[in-house]
């Protein structure tokens, strides 16, 4: 069993930065896939980054540029840095573990961001 404990939450004008950290109960990150998803009011959720094992990162098109994910094996913890917010990045973040080992998936319970003049 593996907890998620997302922090750096909250509310930024347009334009601004945030930076969002998962901080995972488990001394085996790397073994982790790790991610990023985001849910807006009336909107289902999306996947923002992920960062794999292999250290490859993806993204959602709309924050390519402007958003990135990284880990610190030994702190347990992966990081999303949001640069030049938008007001639709507005949403509930939260951070997925996936073990490809057992096929399971965990979350975090979510970390509130809003942008807003």
């Known amino acids: 069993q593996v907890q998620l404990v997302e922090s750096g939450g909250g509310l930024v004008q347009p334009g601004g930065s945030l930076r969002l950290s998962c901080t995972a109960s488990?001394?085996?990150?790397?073994?982790?896939?790790m991610a990023w998803h985001r849910q807006a009011p009336g909107h289902q959720r999306e996947e923002v980054a992920r960062?794999?094992?292999?250290?490859?990162?993806n993204y959602l098109d709309s924050v390519k540029g402007r958003f990135t994910i990284s880990r610190d094996i030994r702190k347990n913890t992966v990081y999303l840095q949001m640069n030049n917010l938008k007001p639709d990045d507005t949403a509930v973040y939260y951070c997925?573990?996936?073990?490809?080992?057992?096929?399971?998936?965990?979350w975090g319970k979510g970390t509130q961001v809003t942008v807003s003049s």
């Open positions: 997925k573990a996936h073990s490809s080992r057992s096929g399971q998936d965990y």
């Open positions: 488990t001394s085996n990150l790397s073994l982790l896939n």
């Open positions: 960062i794999a094992v292999t250290s490859r990162t």
